[in-house]
Each structure stands twice: as C-alpha cells, then as structure tokens.
C-alpha cells in the first residue's frame, strides 16, 4: 500500500481539467460526505470530508502529505463522483442504503502499480455516528477504476471491469483453501464459475475489438448505434449467465453456514450485479435512448 507516497508525488496544477457536468442530488451529497482511505506501508488511514485523519493517529510523513496535497485531494475526491457519474451505477442501485447512512460513502484505494495515476477503487458506506466505534459493520458496495490523468475510458470501462471479474475469480479460488474446511465439495461451482469467467473474458475481447473504443453516440447513425447497441448486449448477456452461477453458488454456501468464505462471494456478485446495471443504464440504456431519438428525429 503506497497511496499517500504516490499521491505525494502528484501536483495538482499538472492534473487535467474535468468534465463539466451537473451532478444529482445522489452524486452531489456522497461528493460533499466522501471519506477516503489510503495506504501508507501497511496502514489504512482513513480521512474524513475535510481531510482530517480520523483514524490511527498518523506520521510525520502523512501529516505532511495531508498538509500540502489538499489541491490533489480535493482534485481526487471530484474525480471519483465524476467518474462513478459517467460510467457506473454503483451508487443508483445503492442509493437506499447511502441514503440510510446520511450519504456517507468511503472510497478505499489501491493503486494499479502506475505512480498514481491509476486506481482501483472499493466503496463501501457506513453509519456516520459508529464509522470509528463499529468501522467493520461497513458495507460493501462495488468496486470502480479511475485514470487521474485520462478521465474518458475506453469502451465505457468495461474491460477494466471484466478483467477485474478474472482476477477476483481466481482469488476467490485460492482464498478458499484458507476459509473452507472442505473445498472440494464445492469444485464443480469453481469450475462452472472459471470457466464462465474465461468465456466471459475471451468473448467480449473480440466483441469490444470491433467497436470505436471511445464512441460519441451524437456523431453515429442509426445503423451504427444498433450494432454497437447489440454487441455491447451479447456482453451483458454472459455476466448475466456468470451471475446466476454465482448467486447460486452464494445461496448455498448460506445454507451450509460458509459464514468465513461466503462474503467474499457477495461481494464478488455485488460486483457483477453493479456491472450488469452499468450495461443496462449506462451502456444499453444510453445507447437505446439515442437510437429512439434518431428514429423520432428522421420522422418527425
């Protein structure tokens, strides 16, 4: 964990300008209630809205950081709403249970090994009143990537997300041989749950290599939209598949009282429930809206 020393190393004035957009009432509340979490060595240092640490008591070198980078986190703060506003639907499909904890939200970063440029993200929400006394009752919501640097993503970020989906599939693997007592009584969903994985992974490769991966809908035409719109659907047809298998796989694992291992498949079905929204509002539902506004415009 080497957030704080790469975002250290960050001036603000070098950072992009970000996209002028008008956020919700959603997206503009978790803005102005965002806790971050970065990592210095092997600590977690959690930070309130005005950047306050709250939790441990921090070091010469992270009180520095917070001192003189409140440009870059303010900066950061606005690019994760800005980015969780464009490209996800992570917090919509959450928004109940935000809305419960007063929208606070907390956003745990990990950096890609890019000298802090680019992050996965892990968002979770919590009580404001019991986020110190009680910080292990966090809920976990889902999981997003941002480029500091680089705000448009290619093809709406959806192979960021499915190579994600592979990599936690395979750690949900090998975790299992710490936390099930019996894993093999379970091999045939992991086999299931890999190879859909695989399918997944391989498939949209060759699907999102025949699309524009930065695609304007405004400049295409109808005909374009519609491919796009389809290829973009087989997609979410296989996280579709992947998360049946998987829902299935958590439903019994409940019923066998997995209590140490079955969290972490929540969470990896969150993730991909999160991803299907994506498709069907942000992808999908994009697309298909701009197709019947070309459809209405050439007849009226």
Request: contains cysteine.
């Given at each position: 964990m080497n957030e704080i020393e790469e975002l250290s190393k960050v001036e603000a004035r070098s950072l992009p300008a970000l996209p002028l957009a008008l956020l919700d009432d959603l997206h503009h509340k978790t803005l102005k209630n965002l806790h971050l979490e970065l990592g210095s060595g092997p600590v977690l240092y959690l930070l309130s809205p005005s950047y306050s640490i709250l939790n441990p008591r921090p070091n010469d070198r992270v009180n520095e950081f917070i001192t003189r980078g409140g440009g870059v986190l303010t900066y950061l703060k606005e690019c994760l709403v800005q980015n969780l506003a464009a490209y996800s639907a992570l917090l919509d499909i959450n928004s109940y249970f935000i809305e419960q904890n007063n929208f606070l939200v907390l956003a745990r970063l990990r950096d890609r090994d890019s000298a802090g440029r680019r992050f996965e993200v892990k968002y979770y929400t919590h009580s404001p009143l019991e986020i110190l006394s009680h910080y292990e009752d966090k809920i976990y919501i889902g999981r997003d990537f941002i480029d500091l640097f680089h705000f448009p993503r290619k093809y709406f970020?959806?192979?960021?997300?499915?190579?994600?989906?592979?990599?936690?599939?395979?750690?949900?693997?090998?975790r299992a041989e710490d936390k099930l007592p019996s894993p093999l009584e379970y091999k045939s969903f992991f086999q299931e749950i890999q190879e859909l994985c695989n399918e997944l992974r391989?498939?949209?490769?060759?699907?999102?290599?025949?699309?524009?991966p930065v695609l304007d809908p405004a400049k295409c035409g109808g005909k374009e939209l519609i491919e796009v719109n389809a290829q973009y659907r087989a997609i979410n047809h296989f996280l579709i598949e992947l998360h049946d298998e998987v829902e299935e796989f958590e439903t019994l694992l409940r019923?066998?009282?997995?209590?140490?291992?079955?969290?972490?498949?929540?969470?990896?079905?969150k993730d991909i429930t999160n991803l299907i929204s994506t498709f069907n509002i942000k992808i999908n539902g994009l697309l298909a809206d701009r197709i019947r506004h070309t459809r209405n415009h050439r007849h009226a």
């Open positions: 970020g959806v192979e960021d997300f499915i190579i994600s989906l592979k990599e936690q599939c395979d750690a949900l693997i090998d391989s498939e949209s490769e060759v699907m999102l290599q025949s699309l524009p019923f066998k009282m997995e209590k140490d291992f079955v969290r972490y498949v929540t969470k990896y079905r």
